[in-house]
């Protein structure tokens, strides 16, 4: 009951100063003002709306759409845009490989044959062929060539000789960079590369190496060489396996069709090199 007697004590003591404040209060006054703020309102709403045209109403709103629409088409047309160039951009960074001269070409085939200090007859001849295949003037540029590469390989001896012999290559690849005559592509540099390195029928880790350092220097794809070096040996088995039809006793109606067969799959992996070069 206690508390029922305080709240109806605190209600009573509210009321009674509510009615003494009223009495202070001028409600003519609050009328007017009250009368005077609705009028005001209602004027600068009627000024509002009599400046807009119910018609043009649907017709805002779909121009309204109609902007925004072509907003984003605009947007999405630059994307693209923006895409396609940059794609662009891309393919030709990744087609600028650079190139070599003939001359160059040649010196770094021969410092590839030396980097394991094993240069093999094999090789040699590779070397010879590929100089006949690529320079026209071989023949009476040879001597002058090996000379030079000779004495590439005597100067990589005083210090780290695989780490001179990749400095020399680097050069080799460094000035033809800047010549006019580089018409060989950094892929068939690749190509030619590896096809002496297996000349002998074994490619060693030096030449490995020195095969992966060009193909950076000259900007082909580490795939590029995967699929060379698998193409090469493809072509190593099936030589071997044409040497062992040709010295077999087996009948010649049985050895001439897989003879051909064999001819075919390494005409197939040439034709696939020949694509890989020029792609």
Request: glycine letters at 2%; charged letters at 25%; a negative charge.
């Amino acid at each position: 009951m206690a508390f029922l007697d305080k709240l109806s004590k605190t209600l009573s003591d509210t009321a009674t100063k509510v009615t003494e404040a009223s009495k202070n209060i001028d409600t003519k006054q609050i009328q007017k003002n009250l009368t005077q703020t609705i009028n005001d309102t209602a004027s600068k709403v009627k000024d509002t709306a009599s400046s807009i045209d119910p018609k043009d109403i649907p017709g805002s709103l779909s121009k309204m759409a109609s902007n925004a629409g072509q907003a984003i088409t605009k947007h999405n047309e630059e994307r693209k845009e923006t895409q396609k160039t940059a794609k662009e951009l891309l393919n030709q960074q990744q087609s600028q490989q650079s190139g070599m001269t003939v001359h160059d070409a040649m010196t770094v085939i021969y410092l590839l044959m030396s980097v394991d200090r094993n240069y093999t007859a094999e090789e040699e001849t590779v070397f010879l062929s590929a100089g006949k295949e690529i320079d026209t003037q071989f023949d009476q540029n040879k001597e002058t060539l090996i000379t030079e590469c000779t004495s590439l390989v005597k100067e990589a001896e005083s210090g780290l000789f695989e780490q001179n012999i990749h400095d020399a290559v680097a050069k080799a690849i460094w000035e033809s960079s800047s010549s006019p005559d580089a018409t060989i592509s950094g892929k068939l540099m690749i190509w030619n590369m590896i096809a002496a390195a297996y000349a002998d029928g074994i490619c060693t880790n030096e030449e490995h190496n020195l095969i992966e350092f060009a193909a950076k220097e000259l900007k082909v794809e580490a795939e590029v060489i995967l699929e060379m070096e698998s193409s090469m040996k493809t072509l190593l088995a099936v030589n071997r396996e044409e040497d062992w039809l040709k010295d077999s006793t087996k009948p010649y109606a049985i050895v001439h069709p897989q003879m051909e067969e064999l001819e075919n799959r390494k005409t197939n992996i040439m034709q696939g090199i020949q694509a890989l070069l020029k792609d």
